[in-house]
């Protein structure tokens, strides 16, 4: 079973930067799609932004356009994601995430996180002001 990986969480005042990286045991020939997820305590898991591997583009969650970066090393097995102009509302666990079946076309299932099959065990983020 391939795992994921997640580290760079930690504290940061509201205004501050953290850099999160997921990495993949082993290289998964069927991934269509990554992406980062996030759960606040009392909420449902939510997307913040997700790859498809079939268009090769970068979908963002509207609200944090501009703020986050996703990015992936394909050497390196390892999906990123840099978050800027932190905020406390952006408190969270946050969860890089894959998926192994078919590839998606539309926005909407690319954000969705049922349509991801593999998880990693999520690193803290937490945001004072």
């Known amino acids: 079973q391939v795992q994921l990986v997640e580290s760079g969480g930690g504290s940061v005042q509201a205004g501050g930067s953290l850099r999160l990286s997921c990495t993949a045991s082993?290289?998964?020939?069927?991934?269509?799609?990554m992406g980062w997820f996030r759960q606040a305590p009392g909420k449902e898991r939510e997307a913040v932004a997700t790859?498809?591997?079939?268009?090769?583009?970068?979908y963002y969650v509207d609200s944090l356009k501009g703020r986050f970066t996703i990015s992936q090393d394909n050497a390196k097995n390892t999906l990123n994601l840099q978050m800027n102009s932190l905020k406390p509302e952006d408190t969270a666990m946050y969860y890089c995430?894959?998926?192994?079946?078919?590839?998606?076309?539309?926005?909407?299932?690319?954000?969705?996180?049922?349509?991801?099959?593999?998880w990693g065990q999520g690193t803290q983020v937490t945001v004072s002001s």
């Open positions: 995430a894959a998926r192994t079946s078919g590839i998606l076309w539309y926005s909407g299932d690319l954000l969705n996180p049922t349509k991801f099959e593999i």
């Open positions: 082993a290289y998964i020939y069927t991934t269509s799609a």
């Open positions: 790859i498809s591997f079939g268009d090769g583009r970068a």
